[in-house]
């Protein structure tokens, strides 16, 4: 009936989606979620296109390379592909072994909706893919990720049966059962300490929370909860901020932690907060800046101030005199 009066309703849903459909809280909340599935159908739809319109073009190219030195080059590429696949597959292996860890708190499902727990996974998937790739890879670690979970059920969809041969460790069990609470660092853009230098010796928590939907305080409180130490990216400090939250993305914040980990250069690892949050980088130092500021007001202001002065004495004066 929604679907003959024009709203936005999927053209299948499953038993599981049907589940989360009579769960939601209220009527807007269902018509919310039913929008959110008929997007979702969509874009899988234009992503199964443009995967045909690639093999068709993929088969046409090869039907009109017919020439050898063609043949060997497409057999080259692919066989490079492989390689270089083995290669991220060892450098990963590696770091499960002597590697860095890095933590993703998979604790936050209830905080969200269903559609922000996709996209969180989503963004989760980017990272991963970002990690694997790195010339140092972290050991990725997914803390308190329960079987059967929203979050488990997202990445078994994205994943598929590569998820039981993905290369980082998942547990049910807290971070602080399985690390020292000393070595721990919850990264959170609401923590009042700010990172100076990135700790290899230190073991940095993620929390598994999209940026669209800007819980404040949420994962500081966890923090504090839990006793840990916190610490937020020093955005202020090398970037001149223009609007926005200073939340960032998932994968932003993987590129981020790796660069860092790789150079210890925060202005070329600052590079991936997105330009429009930021008006450039700042080229000297904020106190600097801050009495440079003060020189100027002090200067523009200086000698109005001696005129409020010399003006209010003359009033005193006047009265003093009155009386």
Aim: glycine residues 4%.
């Amino acid at each position: 009936m929604w679907r003959l009066a024009g709203r936005l309703v999927p053209e299948s849903i499953s038993e599981e989606q049907l589940k989360t459909f009579m769960e939601c809280p209220s009527k807007s909340a269902k018509k919310k979620y039913l929008k959110y599935l008929h997007l979702k159908e969509l874009h899988k739809k234009n992503e199964i296109r443009k995967m045909e319109e690639k093999r068709e073009r993929r088969l046409k190219t090869q039907e009109q390379a017919s020439k050898p030195n063609e043949t060997k080059r497409n057999s080259f590429i692919c066989l490079w592909a492989n390689g270089m696949d083995r290669a991220y597959s060892w450098r990963v292996a590696q770091s499960m072994l002597f590697g860095q860890p890095l933590v993703f708190d998979m604790s936050y499902e209830k905080d969200m909706s269903v559609r922000e727990v996709a996209n969180t996974v989503r963004q989760i998937v980017f990272s991963e893919g970002c990690n694997r790739k790195s010339a140092d890879p972290f050991h990725i670690h997914f803390c308190n990720l329960k079987d059967d979970s929203l979050y488990h059920r997202e990445f078994i969809r994205h994943y598929s049966k590569s998820w039981d041969k993905l290369l980082v460790t998942v547990t049910e069990q807290c971070y602080t059962e399985i690390f020292p609470k000393e070595k721990l660092i919850y990264l959170t853009a609401d923590s009042p300490k700010v990172m100076k230098t990135f700790d290899h010796d230190k073991i940095y928590i993620v929390g598994s929370m999209v940026d669209k939907s800007i819980k404040t305080g949420v994962s500081l409180a966890r923090a504090k909860r839990l006793g840990l130490e916190t610490a937020a990216l020093p955005l202020e400090k090398y970037l001149l901020w223009n609007t926005g939250a200073k939340n960032l993305t998932l994968d932003q914040m993987m590129h981020i932690l790796l660069t860092l980990k790789d150079t210890g250069d925060w202005k070329k690892a600052l590079e991936f907060v997105p330009k429009r949050k930021y008006c450039g980088f700042v080229n000297k130092p904020v106190h600097e800046l801050k009495k440079t500021l003060n020189l100027i007001n002090t200067l523009k202001l200086g000698k109005r101030q001696e005129e409020v002065g010399k003006q209010f004495a003359k009033n005193y004066s006047k009265k003093l005199t009155q009386k």
